[in-house]
């Protein structure tokens, strides 16, 4: 019995060195002539390895890469000239030798032939070939290659080849492969995109509740999910989504492990501070940006052509997301080839088909760009002493069940996207003053000053009054009093849970501003109701019943505000028809009435409410503070000083202003800093690109004086 149990053994080890020894033979032709830069090792050691984590202390390094392109013979344009991820004709082991040896980061991040299903029809040269070979040799010997050299992998948009989870969960528990996510891309761009986008994602569009609708994107999220990605494989199980919005939290809800939203559609800072303060609500380590910094600036030409502002730019905003805290930062492309070029090699300035040509991996403009992200990495491993995190004092409330995506869409524009998807559901699902009340986001913490060769710098903003987070309305009590300063814009639906946690936060310490509007609650009708101005003190939490937070009791709607009056002084006169007030009944004793509205009688509009260690700050409109057309109004205006006023309060004793001020301006506007408290430096980047800025750091009581020059690069000052 011994003897055979001795020959058994012996032969499981020999098939097990065989299948090993197969599986390095099979893919020997992918790595055969590699440069020494190049590694490629040959284990049958078992690694001890959690896919789960980055990893073994479970806090993740910074994950640094560019996308990889499938080669395809002569370079390839497709139909749509102006798209950036043209086929370069270098294979995908040629690029991944070089992110090592041109430094080009630490990941590299694989694409499909397309990157959607419409890609099929594209008579797209490569496309079958592709599909045809890539069982033996793609994503497997890439993988093995990754593994060998150290460097994380993803995947991006290849949720049909279900076959090579098989290969890199075998990768990942032998060889260590540190593999990151499977990216589903921009699974929701229905919530911004056509309405054809949201009949693929199988949405119901004629919901008759705000909850309704959000139940449905939720659903098709953890649908999307399911569909796509197998539990048999849990080393190559998380998955990543590109959405290009600022919805993070509901990507979150819905299972995705990792989202990385699309920087430079709008500017880089609107995403960073949305998927901070989401991953912070969720307790998620590690978050990040796609940067489709190519793609998303068609109008600039690219370098050496309209000079290195643009590179400026890109620099610019790595550097930003750095500070900001991510750990994932990524070029969709750019540094291996472009494709938006002219024939002369000048950028398309508008959508042309039948036309185009690739800026291959040597050409001038690729080569430069290639030495900027370059240089981006080179100054994140050098600056990796940074200790802690950023200091972030101020929040923005992402409310319950609020579907906007991040800026404002025009419903006189095309595609004239609803809230939520709601194409069939009814006027009062156009964006309107309700989502519009987000512009006091911009207007105050989140400022585009800066230009670009001359033209508006919409792609990066200042953050005159620091770093903030836009956080969802479920987020966590303990998550929740990190934050000096919580501000609610856009709707809300108010619940126990949400009005429970604002007790505690205010209580502890917090400063809270918030709307009559607000404290709605969810139920049939309630977009309309809330659109229509026709909802009643009945509709509200408790029925208006609010002393406990707001030292107050809402009877129902007033009269219409007709002037707004801030102790003697009388603001301009409002049209007729902009915003109501409400009857309010102030029932605590710790209630300042700062500022009234002259409907009739002199009525409260901000009410201060005091109690525990904090304040409250009710704005008392029976409307949301946005208004119902485009220019600004004097309510706007009136609110976005009282916001400034509650930051500058407890904005701490680090911040910056203008020269000889106590405030920040124009100067201020153009600058996005960061505190680290706990190695006692501040950073800041000039997100203007054609000018130096002069602004004073306050440090602790100590001014510093700076010029922070249009370089891109990160000035640091050190208290």
């Given amino acids: 019995m011994k003897r055979f149990l001795k020959v058994s053994i012996l032969v499981i080890l020999l098939i097990a060195i065989s299948y090993f020894f197969f599986f390095d033979i099979n893919n020997a032709a992918a790595i055969k002539g590699f440069t020494k830069s190049l590694k490629y090792k040959d284990s049958l050691v078992v690694v001890s390895h959690d896919g789960n984590k980055i990893n073994n202390n479970g806090n993740p390094d910074i994950i640094f890469g560019s996308s990889i392109y499938p080669e395809s013979t002569g370079g390839y344009a497709p139909n749509w000239p102006y798209f950036a991820w043209g086929k370069p004709i270098h294979n995908q082991e040629f690029f991944i030798k070089t992110t090592i040896s041109e430094s080009q980061g630490n990941s590299v991040w694989f694409w499909p032939p397309g990157d959607g299903h419409h890609h099929k029809n594209m008579n797209n040269p490569v496309y079958e070939s592709y599909i045809n070979h890539q069982p033996n040799h793609y994503p497997k010997s890439l993988g093995k290659l990754c593994a060998a050299n150290n460097i994380y992998m993803g995947t991006i948009y290849m949720d049909k080849m279900l076959g090579y989870g098989t290969n890199l969960k075998e990768l990942s528990r032998i060889r260590n492969l540190k593999f990151v996510a499977r990216d589903l891309g921009e699974w929701n761009g229905f919530l911004y995109q056509a309405k054809s986008s949201a009949e693929i994602a199988k949405i119901k569009m004629n919901c008759t509740s705000m909850q309704k609708a959000y139940n449905e994107v939720l659903k098709a999220g953890k649908t999307v999910i399911a569909n796509k990605i197998s539990d048999k494989y849990p080393n190559v199980s998380k998955v990543a989504t590109t959405s290009g919005s600022g919805l993070v939290a509901i990507n979150y809800a819905a299972g995705f492990d990792y989202i990385l939203p699309e920087a430079y559609f709008k500017n880089v800072m609107m995403y960073t501070v949305n998927v901070r303060g989401a991953a912070h609500a969720y307790d998620k380590k590690t978050w990040g940006l796609w940067n489709a910094w190519e793609w998303q600036t068609l109008e600039l030409d690219l370098p050496p052509y309209g000079g290195d502002s643009p590179l400026r730019l890109l620099k610019a905003g790595i550097n930003f997301e750095y500070i900001s805290g991510a750990k994932v930062i990524l070029l969709e492309s750019g540094n291996f080839c472009v494709n938006t070029c002219e024939p002369n090699g000048k950028r398309f300035t508008k959508f042309e088909t039948s036309k185009g040509t690739i800026a291959m991996y040597d050409a001038p403009v690729t080569t430069a760009i290639r030495k900027t992200w370059g240089e981006c990495w080179k100054t994140i491993k050098k600056d990796e002493v940074k200790h802690g995190l950023p200091e972030v004092r101020t929040a923005i409330v992402h409310g319950n069940l609020d579907g906007y995506v991040g800026w404002f869409i025009d419903p006189n524009v095309p595609p004239h996207t609803p809230v939520w998807a709601q194409w069939n559901a009814g006027e009062e699902w156009q964006y309107g003053a309700i989502e519009r009340s987000w512009n006091l986001m911009t207007d105050v913490f989140l400022t585009e000053r800066g230009t670009v060769n001359g033209k508006r710098n919409r792609w990066l903003a200042g953050l005159p009054w620091g770093q903030f987070d836009v956080v969802p309305a479920n987020i966590p009590i303990q998550k929740l009093h990190s934050y000096k300063t919580l501000i609610f814009l856009g709707w809300n639906s108010m619940t126990d849970t949400i009005y429970n946690n604002l007790i505690k936060y205010v209580k502890n310490g917090g400063s809270l501003f918030i709307s009559v509007p607000h404290f709605n609650v969810p139920r049939d009708g309630d977009r309309k109701d809330v659109v229509d101005d026709t909802y009643s003190a009945s509709n509200l939490f408790r029925g208006g019943d609010l002393r406990e937070l707001c030292g107050v009791k809402i009877i129902g709607k007033g009269n219409q505000i007709t002037q707004i009056i801030n102790g003697n002084t009388k603001l301009n006169t409002l049209p007729s028809s902009s915003y109501y007030v409400a009857n309010v009944k102030i029932t605590g004793s710790s209630v300042n009435t700062l500022i009234s509205a002259d409907a009739g009688m002199k009525k409260p509009l901000i009410i201060e409410h005091s109690f525990g260690k904090g304040h409250v700050f009710l704005l008392a409109t029976w409307e949301y503070p946005g208004g119902k057309d485009s220019e600004k109004t004097t309510m706007e205006k009136v ?81």
């Fill in 639 to 719: 609110v976005s000083e009282v916001l400034r006023s509650i930051v500058k309060k407890n904005r701490g004793d680090i911040f910056i202003t203008e020269k000889n001020s106590d405030k920040p301006e124009l100067n201020c506007e153009a600058i996005a800093w960061t505190n680290f408290p706990a190695s006692r430096q501040v950073s800041l980047i000039n997100t203007d690109m054609d000018h130096s800025h002069v602004i004073d750091v306050h440090l602790k009581g100590k001014i510093q004086t700076i010029e922070i020059k249009p370089d891109g690069k990160i000035t640091d000052v050190f208290y």
